[in-house]
Structures are given as structure tokens and as C-alpha cells.
């Protein structure tokens, strides 16, 4: 689905079913280098069990339109229009790593214009602050085929992800870095990966932003993650008003290392 936003269009994945503007929506938004499809067995499910979902590429990846964002603040801007031009009524918000920090923004941002609009917000893999390190994000531009690597190494527990993420047999490694490889050349005028990165080492307003979320708040870590570990989260944690903690046995890339276990949060958090 594209949807044309003032200053240029979004790609969003529907999960293969039409936006319906009676039902609730589900926003989907990835981290640093991923795209929509990280979310592939989260936003099928709910497509079929009664929400929209907008799985979005950020701007400037990919199938999106538009200026990659130089902070967490530009982007929770771009979900704000995207909800606004929608015509959007009920939401959750759904984050992962630098997309958890998003949603975070953009939950805040948006109770202040439109109190209840965002009736939950999801953070997956998340920390604050969420620092990178100087090295990785010199790397970033000046061996970014060596970053991946090193991201890849330090984001996945197991190298096989369960059959129902993307399929039996899946080199969960391999294809991750394939995946990074593939939404870095999708810009070829603005390096993605140092500027993701970098947003998310710059980012300061969460102890601003949290205080104003009043709707409920889900926190989903992993066990094994070694970029973003579980106690990194807790300062976030401890400044939310409504927050519910699941951890599970997986590293950075929750989605696809425990995609069951990452949809019955989901689940059990939207639907109780």
C-alpha cells in the first residue's frame, strides 16, 4: 500500500488485506537496516484476525519515498502523518530497536494532539539510551559490508530460526545480512545504516517522552540479546505508567528467532 504523505509517499504492507477503517490499526516499524518483512509472521497473523496493519519501510528505504530520518524525532513525525493521513482512529504502535525508540517519540508526540489515539504502544528489543559504539558507527561508512557482519554476530542467538519464521531450513544469519545488504543499496545517496545509527546514539528525549505515554506499554526483550540487553531497558521501564515485561529465549532479532513467541505477546497484550 502507498500512502501519499505532504512531502512524499510511504510504502506500508497491508499483510495481503485491504486497510478497513472500521478496525483497529497496527503500525509496524523496523530498526536500522531492516525493512517491513522483518515483521512477516506478526503482521500476517493480525491482517487475518481483525486489524489493519501498516508494516512501514522508513523514509528513504526501499520502497519509501522521501529523505532518510536524521533523528527519532523526524521519524515519529513521518508515523504521526501517516496515521493523520489515514484518518487513523484507534492505534498501536509496534517498535523494534531503533523503531521501538520511534514509537516511543510518536506515542508521546501524538497525546499531546490526539489523546487515546494511540491506545497501546509495543517495544521490542529496546534500550535507552541506546548507544552504538564509536568504532561500529565509523565502520558504518567506511566498511559497511564489515558492520553488517559485526551486527549480524552480535544480533542473532542461533543461526536457524524456529519453521514458522521464514520458512524451514532458513540460514537466519545469512539472510539477515542479505536483508541489511539489500536496504543499504536501496539509497544510494544517503548511507541508511550510519544514519540510522546514529539517530539512535543521539536520541535523549525518552525520559521526556515516556512520562506523557498514559496508554499501556509492552516491553518484549531478549534473554540472549547482545545489542540491546534486557537491563537496558529498565530505565524505560521504570518511568512507564502502565508497563508489561515479556523476555524470551532469543537475541536482537526477536521477530524471526522467536516469531511465536513474539506474536503471543503481541496477542495476549492487544486482544486480553
Excluded at 8 to 34: D, E, R
Aim: charged share 15%.
Amino acid at each position: 500500500m502507498i500512502v501519499s504523505l505532504p512531502t512524499h509517499t510511504l510504502y506500508a504492507y497491508t499483510g495481503g488485506k485491504p486497510f478497513n477503517p472500521a478496525q483497529p490499526t497496527a503500525v509496524f516499524i523496523h530498526g536500522v537496516l531492516n525493512d517491513h518483512s522483518v515483521w512477516i509472521l506478526q503482521t500476517r497473523y493480525m491482517a487475518h484476525h481483525g486489524w489493519n496493519v501498516l508494516a512501514i519501510d522508513l523514509p528513504g528505504h526501499c520502497k519509501s519515498e522521501g529523505t532518510p530520518p536524521q533523528s527519532v524525532e523526524e521519524a515519529a513525525d513521518t508515523v504521526i502523518a501517516l496515521l493523520d493521513a489515514l484518518k487513523i482512529e484507534k492505534a498501536a504502535l509496534i517498535g523494534h530497536s531503533f523503531g521501538s525508540l520511534i514509537a516511543l517519540e510518536a506515542t508521546a508526540r501524538d497525546a499531546v494532539a490526539h489523546p487515546g489515539r494511540v491506545g497501546n504502544l509495543v517495544m521490542v528489543g529496546t534500550a535507552y539510551p541506546m548507544r552504538v559504539s564509536p568504532a561500529l558507527l565509523d565502520l558504518s561508512v567506511s566498511a559497511p559490508f564489515k558492520a553488517i557482519d559485526m551486527v549480524n554476530s552480535f544480533s542473532h542467538s542461533t543461526l536457524a530460526p524456529p519453521p514458522s519464521a521464514l520458512g524451514p531450513g532458513t540460514w537466519l544469519y545469512g539472510g539477515s545480512k542479505a536483508l541489511m545488504r539489500r536496504v543499504l543499496a536501496s539509497n544510494t545517496q544517503v548511507n541508511v545504516f550510519h544514519t540510522g545509527f546514529k539517530a539512535c546514539d543521539d536520541y535523549r528525549g525518552a525520559e521526556a517522552a515516556m512520562p506523557r505515554v498514559t496508554c499501556p506499554a509492552l516491553f518484549v526483550l531478549g534473554s540472549a540479546d547482545q545489542m540491546t540487553p534486557p537491563k537496558a531497558a529498565q530505565s524505560l521501564i521504570d518511568l512507564c505508567a502502565q508497563p508489561k515485561v515479556v523476555q524470551l529465549p532469543a537475541g536482537h532479532s526477536l521477530m524471526t528467532e522467536a516469531p511465536e513467541g513474539v506474536l503471543q505477546a503481541l496477542k495476549d497484550f492487544l486482544n486480553p
